[in-house]
């Protein structure tokens, strides 16, 4: 139960080992996927070829590698933009959603904060069409009326990002919510009672607090928008983000260059996620 | 009679560091047994060794004369009452009085009877519905030891319940807590690191440090007769002087301390020769206080000096005494009988003491 | 409230209006209406209930639903059960050190796409991967076996997918468990089974019930994992909805699919919610 509690030695064996199990269970995936991408072979699978750097650096069909896969490549900058608009929109509109519920009382706070957290049961693919769905009945109704034909309003990065940035600014709100609440409002007083304005103790004294918490959200955000797949597929135009990019790639038949991608994602992301552990603990 | 709890030569190890070493007591069956220490001092350790929460490295724990070590600990005689009280916040107060019988398989119909009576015994009837944070911190603790005493445990232990109370509260359940005791009239052991909760309701108090017991007695024997200099600080206040024996005569010596003042004290049998290094130890409250020179005739020791500051606090009002010979500052207390009330900073005074009320230990560090 | 506090106020309310309003209310107003337009003919539409009844009369959409409605909480009390005494480890038995790298640990498999995930259980599972040829090699199997599309290989991966939805709330409402009240729970007689169900289980009440909603809708709405590692007779709901509307271009049907789904779920969490007494609020927020 607790180490101070004795448990017999049988008990604890099997508890252990349970828990190794599910850890394996946890790599096994990630572990095959980096492996087969050194693998010399066009299938990501047995038998072992040999070690290649082919599907990183190579430069000739069939073992086109990564770096040299214009589509590929491309998508990952579509996935970047995608995510940096994502994380930027919701962690501004997070933070004001946080010191909305925190700061004032009003009469609709308890529905409005429902509201705010329906993103979270709604399921993605569903979030995804009813996007979708609005977005069409406003561009047929824009191009009825006036006749304009407004592009933006058609599957395409916009309503990507709309669609990401309408579940992820709840959980984005959450979190920059829940530093928020053990912040003591005492010490802005001590700061508006030493002569600053209502918007200095904010800015002097609430958000250098509040810093850690945004930029967790901001990463949290970013690593939700890349890997976002259920809302994305509904609203993609012709720019692929990254992961449609390589389900369509998938599809056809599975590479090697499929792990080389799906290693640096995890490189990338681990990277990132450690870089705000490590910001974090400094705090 | 059997003790109801008795440790034999326990001893604790935590990597190097000896938590509790070599200690053995007996708790008489019905007493309020205390263990009093300064924090860490391994009075938290011995208790969850009883509680069975921690192996001893060696030694025995005995409950009634049996062995305990083999026993887990949800199946022991003993229960405890957690520093934190450690009620089930998921259940309401008659589940968490009525949780220890459902382990041991009561049936509903008694579990509902005994967990009225307790509640009836300890001044809260009727409350079984309620939830844990609809009660008072006082109801609280109430609560906690009905949980335990609701299984008739052979022994009690209880981890510095008070700790999280206030003051004037504290002061009342020291009290409560002795006459649950005598009601219930179970062997109660606590520990705690405050003094006058050990004093007040104990029979017997050990005080402890270093994971060694410095001295087991009644609460008198250890105000009036500390056997060690750690005890003499410790249990009550105490003006401390060190210095080097000067000559000694049967219970008698003198000390001349550091400062250059003699003193004549009381060594108690303890083995003072000429030359040893000694210290004394005089409690405020011991020390005669006189605006002349002949209140205080009668002592062995007496000391003129000013006034340096006056620490007014009611019954417990203080007095700092400047030595006028060796400037050392004297801490005594100021009796509120109306004859010192118009006592002002810089007044003279004169102060005294028997030999008998001065303590002498040898050794000393100055 | 003073006018400064007023204009504040406004200005923090303004954003959190457009989000609500713009993209989460009327873009579902709008799906309802949709789909309870019927098309009589090019461009013209009537107001009507078809698209719900061409649902329930069709034997292939009704059986999809349920399908992934019974999968779905399979794979939430699957995720459960695996995920508690993980959960359990790493809040309350491992100390230090060893608590923080585990709980990375547990964290690392999510920070990647739900694609690579997926792709990874691809290459253990299908006939010329790992798991295969292992038994091969360890001679349990003759030829190749295929462990792939099929009911168990989704259900391994939707598990897989949700685990950290699960373990990051468990692990954060256990750490909140007090030793001292586990102790106290066996001071006074109670066992690893009682101490767990009458002390254990209702603490970590808030943390099941926030994990099991999110991984339910999670499941629920999933769409790559049916798709890559379900076989031909594993349909899942959101199939149809992506068919309806990408394929078929039939967005009446598709937008009265996704409004089913969306009700279907409301529906589970709600129960859910009612069956533990917990509120949105309290296991989400």
């Given at each position: 139960m607790i180490p101070t509690i004795k448990q017999s030695r049988f008990a604890r064996f099997s508890y252990n080992a349970y828990i190794a199990l599910f850890f394996i269970y946890l790599a096994l995936p990630l572990v095959v996927v980096s492996v087969f991408a050194?693998?010399?072979?066009?299938?990501?699978?047995?038998?072992w070829e040999g070690f290649t750097w082919d599907w990183f650096?190579?430069?000739?069909?069939?073992?086109?590698g990564v770096f040299n896969e214009r589509g590929i490549m491309r998508s990952i900058r579509t996935s970047v933009f995608v995510a940096l608009c994502v994380s930027v929109l919701s962690v501004t509109v997070g933070t004001c959603n946080a010191f909305l519920f925190n700061r004032y009382q009003f009469r609709f706070s308890g529905i409005l904060y429902v509201l705010m957290l329906l993103p979270l049961v709604i399921p993605g693919i569903v979030l995804g069409i009813s996007i979708l769905v609005f977005s069409s009945t406003v561009a047929n109704g824009v191009e009825d009326s006036f006749?304009?034909?407004?592009?933006?309003?058609?599957?395409g990065l916009l309503l990507v990002i709309l669609g990401q940035f309408s579940f992820i600014t709840t959980i984005v709100t959450l979190v920059i919510a829940a530093r928020l609440k053990r912040f003591d409002t005492t010490l802005e007083e001590a700061a508006l009672n030493l002569g600053a304005t209502r918007l200095t103790a904010i800015r002097t004294i609430t958000m250098p607090y509040l810093g850690p918490a945004m930029i967790g959200a901001a990463v949290v955000a970013f690593l939700m928008s890349f890997e976002n797949f259920n809302t994305t597929l509904m609203l993609?135009?012709?720019?692929?983000p990254l992961t449609i990019a390589m389900f369509d790639r998938l599809k056809e038949g599975s590479t090697p260059v499929l792990n080389a991608v799906s290693l640096l994602l995890m490189i990338g992301s681990s990277l990132l996620a450690l870089m705000m552990i490590a910001f974090q603990k400094k705090e | 009679m059997t003790p109801d709890l008795e440790c034999v030569k326990l001893t604790k190890t935590f990597d190097t560091i000896?938590?509790?070493?070599?200690v053995s007591f007996q708790v008489p069956a019905g007493s309020f047994f205390s263990i009093l220490g300064?924090?860490?001092?391994?009075k938290t350790t011995i208790m969850r060794m009883v509680a069975g929460f921690l192996d001893p490295t060696s030694g025995d724990i005995q409950i009634k004369g049996k062995s305990?070590?083999?026993?887990?600990p949800n199946k022991r005689p003993v229960n405890m009452v957690f520093?934190?009280?450690?009620?089930?916040?998921?259940?309401?107060i008659g589940d968490n009085i009525g949780y220890g019988l459902r382990r041991a398989g009561a049936s509903k119909a008694e579990i509902a009877t005994k967990v009225g009576e307790v509640l009836e015994r300890i001044g809260l009837?009727?409350?079984?519905?309620?939830?844990?944070?609809?009660?008072?911190g006082g109801q609280k603790q109430r609560i906690a030891i009905a949980r335990c005493m609701v299984l008739e445990p052979d022994v009690l232990l209880l981890d510095?319940?008070?700790?999280?109370?206030?003051l004037k509260l504290r002061e009342h359940m020291k009290i409560e807590l002795k006459s649950l005791q005598s009601a219930f009239d179970t062997t109660f052991v606590y520990i705690t690191h405050d003094q006058s909760e050990a004093l007040v309701m104990s029979d017997q108090v050990a005080v402890m440090n270093e994971g060694r017991f410095e001295q087991l007695g009644t609460a008198r024997e250890l105000y009036?007769?500390?056997?060690t200099p750690f005890v003499a600080g410790f249990v009550g206040d105490s003006n401390r002087w060190s210095g080097t024996v000067d000559a000694s005569s049967g219970n008698e010596v003198r000390i001349k301390t550091v400062s250059g003042v003699s003193l004549t004290g009381s060594a108690q049998g303890r083995p003072l020769a000429k030359g040893d290094r000694a210290q004394v130890f005089v409690r405020p409250e011991a020390i005669r206080v006189a605006l002349?020179?002949?209140?205080?005739?009668?002592?062995?020791n007496r000391i003129v000096g000013t006034v340096s500051s006056l620490l007014f606090n009611g019954a417990n009002s203080r007095v700092l005494v400047r030595d006028d010979a060796s400037g050392g500052e004297i801490d005594v207390a100021l009796p509120q009988?109306?004859?010192?009330?118009?006592l002002t900073k810089g007044a003279p005074l004169h102060i005294g003491w028997n030999a008998g009320q001065a303590t002498c230990f040898a050794g000393g560090t100055e | 409230m003073r006018a400064e506090a007023r204009l504040g106020f406004i200005l923090l309310l303004t954003p959190l209006l457009l989000w609500l309003t713009l993209l989460i209310i009327i873009p579902h107003i709008d799906m309802f209406l949709i789909s309870i337009r019927?098309?009589?003919?090019?461009?013209t539409y009537e107001t009507g209930f078809a698209n719900y009844l061409t649902f329930f009369t069709e034997p292939l959409y009704l059986v999809t639903f349920m399908r992934t409605a019974l999968m779905s909480v399979l794979a939430t009390v699957m995720t459960l059960i695996i995920a508690f005494p993980v959960s359990y480890y790493i809040a309350k038995i491992a100390k230090g050190r060893l608590q923080s790298a585990l709980f990375l640990l547990c964290l690392v498999p999510f920070w990647v796409s739900e694609l690579v995930r997926t792709f990874g259980w691809m290459i253990l599972l299908r006939e010329t991967g790992i798991f295969s040829n292992l038994l091969q090699f360890v001679g349990i199997v003759d030829g190749p076996v295929e462990m792939l599309y099929n009911d168990t290989a989704m259900m391994v991966g939707l598990i897989y997918t949700s685990m950290l939805f699960m373990v990051v709330p468990l692990v954060t409402t256990l750490e909140s468990l007090d030793d001292s009240v586990i102790e106290a729970g066996y001071d006074l007689g109670g066992n690893a089974i009682t101490v767990t169900r009458e002390i254990v289980i209702p603490h970590a009440t808030p943390g099941i019930v926030s994990g099991c909603i999110v991984v339910f809708m999670l499941s629920l709405g999933n769409y790559l994992t049916p798709t890559m590692l379900?076989?031909?007779?594993?349909?899942?709901f959101t199939e149809l909805i992506y068919s309806q509307f990408?394929?078929?271009?039939n967005w009446e049907l598709g937008a009265a699919f996704g409004f089913l789904l969306l009700g279907l779920s409301s529906f589970i969490v709600w129960i859910a919610l009612r069956l533990t007494g917990q509120t949105l609020e309290k296991t989400m927020g």
């Open positions: 050194f693998n010399d072979s066009l299938f990501p699978s047995l038998p650096f190579g430069d000739e069909r069939p073992k086109t006749g304009w034909d407004i592009e933006a309003l058609r599957p993609v135009g012709s720019d692929a | 000896k938590a509790v070493d070599d300064p924090s860490g001092c391994g305990v070590l083999d026993i887990a520093q934190h009280l450690a009620l089930f916040p998921m259940m309401n009837p009727g409350i079984a519905e309620r939830k844990v944070d609809q009660l008072s510095e319940p008070l700790g999280a109370l206030d009036y007769d500390p056997k002349k020179a002949d209140g205080i005739s009668a002592f062995e009988s109306g004859e010192f009330a118009s | 019927e098309r009589v003919a090019v461009r379900g076989g031909k007779e594993s349909l899942w990408i394929v078929r271009f």
